[in-house]
């Protein structure tokens, strides 16, 4: 739980800076609707965005790396146009539908970078915060595990929380960096 209400309130304040970007730089009015928009796009992002994009990875995976690169772009298109439809934000003319996926395909692998390291350093805090508060009252090497398995269970909960994180398998991890 502690992970999506970072990854959420992040998403969002991110969503929020990238939508004003696009309303500056586009055609498109977005204006205070950026805090309404913010919230729409931050939940497409988080719910409907890996599904698109399973769907057209799964698609175009087959196909050529312009297929590939167009499969992410319709992705964004369609969660642009979601974001549009459901709150205040005008796209105005045709550059105010073509641009601000673009622009929002870019701010997406900055924020990923971003998310990384925020995830993984409120990780370590929160671990450290509940070490202490569990571990208060007990002896340090009674919990302690044989440095073999400790390194190996250490392996396998970083997978999982990779996986967990995004739920994408390694492949489809590799897959979507392949990509861009």
Do not use: C
Not at 87 to 98: P, T, Y
Not at 155 to 163: D, H, K, L, V
Not at 164 to 171: N, R, S
């Amino acid at each position: 739980m502690k992970t999506w209400i970072v990854r959420f309130a992040s998403l969002y304040v991110f969503n929020v800076v990238l939508l004003l970007v696009v309303g500056w730089l586009t055609p498109a009015r977005v204006g205070l609707h950026a805090l309404w928009a913010g919230v729409i796009l931050t939940l497409a992002t988080l719910l409907l965005k890996p599904l698109l994009t399973k769907v057209a990875t799964s698609l175009s995976a087959s196909g050529t790396k312009l297929v590939q690169y167009l499969a992410v772009f319709v992705v964004e298109l369609l969660v642009w146009i979601i974001t549009v439809w459901l709150s205040g934000v005008r796209a105005g003319n045709l550059w105010g539908w073509i641009v601000p996926p673009v622009l929002l395909l870019i701010g997406w692998v900055i924020y990923d970078q971003i998310d990384d390291a925020l995830s993984r350093k409120t990780g370590e805090l929160y671990d450290a915060a509940e070490a202490k508060i569990k571990g208060s009252g007990s002896a340090p090497s009674a919990s302690a595990p044989s440095s073999g398995a400790s390194a190996a269970s250490a392996e396998a909960t970083q997978a999982g929380r990779r996986e967990l994180d995004d739920g994408l398998t390694p492949e489809q991890r590799r897959m979507l960096d392949e990509l861009g």
